[in-house]
């Protein structure tokens, strides 16, 4: 396979490119290629383990499909971030019994309690690619859509044959702009349970005015366990049910990392955009992170108005809270970090010796005239981008996205399993049903009126040829219109008129014909079948657009691989969800002139930082437990105290949440929990003086289950010592 080759080629220059060594998300069949760069760092363990994913420490680490996560026991132990478990603690959280702020321990197996139904663990068992199936055997002379259409056939029939085992999720992955395809095969564990929590005050200390910020100070680690039926396969959830035992989990080491200690992270990072085309990233920065940004900042203003007095609403959506700041830090973060680089002029120069290159090589035109016509696709997708944000805004989430999944479920239905969308197939069914279920956990009817409220006003405001002339209908606009007047009175009747607020409801439209929805009085499901043609139309477009790229992009991709591979520079595909490992070491960074950042933060920071008050607002038991220093043993030799936070310089991104963070020996020493606000444009151009990732670190972890919750039955279970025998 040429692309191998070329990957073999690249990654052996990665020993002779120190200032590269440490950026990039490597696929685990990569790692056998680094082995010299690892050696040189101080690896202790076979390279080639990193690539086995049957053994350890690779099989040990598994994903939720949101966050990261390990097993760290015989038992199916699992461990994570307290905001990856979130939604688990939300979900079992009332105003008596507030678990958030309280936390939670269970000091047996009979006392832990079910996540939210939706929730999986997914342990990888192989990854193989799939290239020549996908797209080895397509006609140059497709059009656009049949191009989409046989490239979503070919994937779904090698999901379907992966997933005749029963207990199996299986995906078609794309890699490098969809050059290259892979089938992965992953273990779905269906009965999730929640373990283990700190109070919120020591799980998210700092809240969101320290997301993404450094120096740190914040407990962020959580414990669930996997269970699966009598037989040992995966089972819905069940009394009857057994923990799960993993072939390998991790092990704690006795000791943590220091400064310049090279350190390794495993796990599912999420989404980056580093090959992409400087237009884009123009256009990330020009318009959609300003949008974004925008958006968010609304979206909760209008929860924090609507939920103020009402505790049992706030706790509702505490977990939707939790992720839109999460997302407008984010989002701020890019849009700060373009403004001090000049990314898109960097990307234009970095074409320009491309497309250079190409003309004098020869042979070339067909990867000029790809680029172009990438361009021109990009360019085209920009007329439409209001109009495709703001009705799927409207048709998505609460109410109405609830109605308008249940009738495009209806409709997918009467077609045979193989042909249904992604998300609709029988495969999908239980996850379905279970979001269906819980959607009242997380659902308020004030609330849900007032956002969908401010996204129908923003609709509204976009030119008439933005707009769509269904929704116009049901708002009653007309050409040269922009407001509503009328428009509470046409809530009031949407949400007195639906009866989709009541899960009984909704579990008997999942099982409804299209026909019934059609028919139907409830308010809400008549404008989703109303809305459903414009949908229609705008996803048909898309999948048109996608026809095309999935021919354009991969010959951009070739032709910047090309490059890459005649200049001797290392290549990796960007992140998509899929097992990844990075690598780097423990230290700190200077973020501008005259400061320097330590890589480590201790338990006097808490101290220090504490006010009494929200985010700040450590627990009575933990400001004890430090004055009376409790737990000394815990402190590492270097710092004389025990570390909370440290930093690395690995490279990572969403979805990264929750990963093990290994030494050279392979054992856990933290758990990976976030960036620096500095490396949030990293998902585009990675710097690597200025990028660093944060993980808490195991002995703080273990210092708070000793000394504060008195989780000792679960450091037993780990095998690790407590109380006296650290001392």
Not at 42 to 56: M, R, V
Not at 299 to 314: F, H, N, S
Not at 601 to 624: S, Y
Not at 685 to 698: G, K, L
Request: glycine fraction near 8%; aromatic fraction near 8%.
């Amino acid at each position: 396979m040429r692309l191998r080759a070329l990957a073999v080629s690249l990654l052996a220059a990665v020993a002779a490119s120190a200032a590269h060594a440490d950026e990039g998300m490597w696929q685990p069949h990569q790692m056998a290629e680094l082995a010299g760069t690892l050696a040189a760092r101080g690896l202790e363990i076979d390279p080639a383990s990193l690539g086995d994913l049957t053994a350890h420490p690779l099989n040990a680490v598994i994903g939720f499909g949101f966050c990261t996560a390990s097993f760290v026991s015989p038992q199916g132990l699992v461990v994570t971030n307290h905001h990856c478990a979130y939604g688990a603690i939300q979900y079992n959280s009332t105003p008596e019994r507030d678990l958030i702020a309280e936390g939670f321990l269970a000091r047996s197996l009979e006392e832990e309690l079910p996540a939210d139904p939706s929730m999986r663990v997914y342990v990888t068992e192989a990854i193989e690619e799939v290239t020549d199936q996908v797209t080895g055997g397509l006609a140059a002379d497709l059009s656009d859509r049949a191009r989409f259409d046989a490239i979503a056939a070919n994937s779904k029939a090698l999901v379907a044959d992966c997933e005749a085992t029963a207990g199996y999720r299986c995906e078609v992955y794309n890699f490098f702009g969809g050059l290259r395809f892979y089938l992965i095969r992953q273990m779905e564990i269906r009965d999730v349970r929640l373990v283990h929590a700190p109070p919120e005050a020591i799980g998210k200390f700092g809240g969101d005015e320290d997301n993404f910020e450094w120096p740190r100070h914040t407990g962020d680690y959580s414990f669930m366990r996997a269970y699966v039926g009598p037989d040992g396969k995966p089972a819905a959830y069940s009394e009857d049910n057994v923990p799960y035992r993993p072939r390998s989990w991790l092990r704690v080491a006795a000791d943590g990392p220091a400064e310049g200690d090279l350190v390794m992270v495993a796990g599912y990072p999420g989404s980056t955009n580093r090959h992409r085309r400087a237009s884009e990233v123009a256009d990330i920065v020009d318009w959609r992170l300003p949008t974004l940004i925008d958006y968010l900042q609304e979206q909760l203003a209008v929860i924090a108005r609507e939920t103020e007095g009402r505790p049992d609403a706030a706790i509702k959506y505490a977990a939707t809270v939790a992720s839109l700041n999460n997302g407008l830090k984010l989002y701020s973060g890019q849009r700060d970090g373009f403004a001090r680089i000049d990314a898109v002029a960097d990307k234009r120069a970095d074409e320009a010796a491309l497309a250079a290159w190409l003309r004098e090589a020869g042979d070339r035109s067909a990867q000029l005239d790809a680029l172009e016509g990438l361009e021109r696709e990009i360019a085209a997708a920009r007329a439409t981008r209001e109009r495709d944000l703001w009705v799927g805004a409207v048709a998505s989430g609460g109410l109405v996205g609830t109605a308008s999944r249940l009738y495009r479920q209806a409709r997918e239905n009467a077609r045979p399993d193989a042909e249904r969308e992604p998300g609709f197939q029988a495969r999908d069914r239980a996850r379905n049903e279970a979001q269906l279920r819980q959607l009242e956990r997380r659902y308020d009817p004030q609330v849900d009126r007032a956002l969908l409220a401010m996204k129908l006003r923003r609709y509204a405001a976009l030119p008439a040829e933005q707009r769509v002339p269904e929704l116009d209908a049901w708002l009653g606009l007309r050409p040269g219109r922009t407001g509503v007047p009328d428009l509470d009175a046409r809530l009031d009747a949407l949400y007195a008129g639906s009866g989709l607020g009541e899960t009984e409801n909704r579990l008997r439209w999942f099982e409804a014909d299209a026909a019934a929805f059609e028919t139907a009085d409830d308010a809400a499901i008549r404008l989703a079948v109303a809305l459903a043609p414009a949908l229609e139309r705008i996803e048909d477009a898309a999948k048109a657009r996608d026809g095309r790229l999935s021919v354009l992009r991969p010959q951009a991709m070739q032709a910047a691989l090309d490059h890459s591979a005649a200049q001797g520079r290392p290549v990796y595909p960007d992140a998509n969800n899929s097992l990844r490992i990075t690598f780097g070491s423990v230290q700190g960074y200077s973020p501008r002139d005259a400061v320097a950042y330590a890589p480590f933060t201790t338990l006097g920071g808490i101290v220090e930082k504490h006010t009494g008050e929200d985010p700040f607002d450590a627990t009575r038991a933990q400001l004890d437990a430090i004055a009376a220093g409790a737990g000394a043993g815990y402190a590492a030799p270097g710092l004389g105290a025990v570390p909370v936070n440290f930093l690395s310089d690995v490279d990572t991104t969403g979805g990264n949440s929750g990963s093990p963070t290994l030494n050279a020996r392979g054992e856990l020493v933290g758990l990976l929990f976030d960036g620096n606000y500095e490396s949030l444009a990293s998902d585009y151009v990675f710097n690597p003086a200025v990028t660093r990732s944060i993980h808490v670190d195991a002995r703080y972890m273990r210092w708070v289950m000793d000394t504060v919750s008195g989780a000792h039955n679960l450091l037993d279970e780990m095998g690790l010592p407590h109380g006296e025998a650290v001392r």
